[in-house]
């Protein structure tokens, strides 16, 4: 796939306005589509939410919808392999070009990559939580347990999904929801629910990174939520180049020197390595 004329100009451009600067990446469900894993708002897609946290924590047959659903497409995304956006930015981390990357995604796929530097601002999807003892576990234990308890439940691959692994299945109503091993406690996905806010102590530290950075660079993402928009109003207000790489309209079209419409895969080696 080449590049238009008008993403080859703010490829260009933006690779003049980066060069010598040290980069904090903002990433988001856009860079693992060609993994695989689909987005929620992509271009022609009637845009959807997950279960919020109220709704989870709120009844024992939402538990039930969301872990009978999770179930199946935790098993895709686990499968997932990183691409050549996740590629091309370890690679830039690699050479220096990176100073840190932020991601909205939960899929770990950048760590899959080589990437080091990263912060997860959603957490992640394969560790679960307990959310009494805050013990953690890991989200195939909770799979084997799944499968003990629901015996005749079954794993269909082929039914529609979102990044958070929430497949369009419906829980039966003898479906049973292990407890906590240790407590007995509610388990729910160590990842931010719509509605949950993200750990004060992780915003801060990735502000941290942002106050280090001398330009942000925003790949994959709408910036729909607040979570992802925080730093690019954080960077404008600092004064700091916001460039874009995505497919569609982001929330911070404005705000940024140069928006590439551009899937990340092709742009991002493009634009962070010579």
């Known amino acids: 796939m080449t590049l238009s004329e008008a993403a080859r100009f703010g490829l260009d451009y933006a690779r003049e306005q980066l060069a010598g600067k040290s980069i904090l990446v903002l990433t988001g469900a856009g860079v693992s589509t060609e993994s695989g894993i689909p987005d929620y708002r992509g271009e022609g897609k009637i845009e959807r939410h997950p279960m919020t946290f109220d709704v989870f924590m709120g009844t024992e047959a939402a538990r039930a919808r969301y872990w009978a659903r999770s179930y199946v497409g935790w098993s895709v995304i686990a ?11 370890a690679r830039a981390e690699s050479l220096g070009r990176i100073l840190h990357i932020i991601t909205q995604n939960v899929d770990s796929l950048h760590q899959q990559a080589g990437s080091k530097k990263v912060t997860e601002l959603h957490g ?151």
């Open 124 to 274: 992640r999807l394969d560790k679960v939580i307990c959310m009494s003892c805050r013990a953690l576990m890991d989200r195939l234990e909770m799979d084997s347990w799944i499968e003990k308890a629901n015996p005749s439940i079954q794993k269909d691959l082929t039914v529609e999904f979102t990044p958070d692994g929430d497949a369009e299945v419906e829980a039966t109503a003898d479906f049973v929801i292990p407890p906590c091993p240790n407590c007995g406690g509610i388990l729910k996905p160590d990842v931010v629910f719509f509605g949950e806010s993200v750990p004060t102590e992780r915003v801060a530290s990735t502000m941290e990174q942002l106050e280090k950075s001398d330009a942000l660079l925003v790949a994959g993402s709408s910036l729909t939520v607040n979570s992802g928009m925080r730093f690019a109003r954080a960077a404008n207000k600092a004064g700091k180049p916001i460039v874009i790489v995505n497919v569609g309209p982001t929330k911070a079209d404005e705000l940024a020197i140069a928006k590439i419409e551009a899937p990340t895969s092709i742009a991002l080696e493009e634009l962070l390595i010579d």
């Open 79 to 89: 499968n997932a392999k990183p691409n050549g956006s996740h590629f091309a930015l």
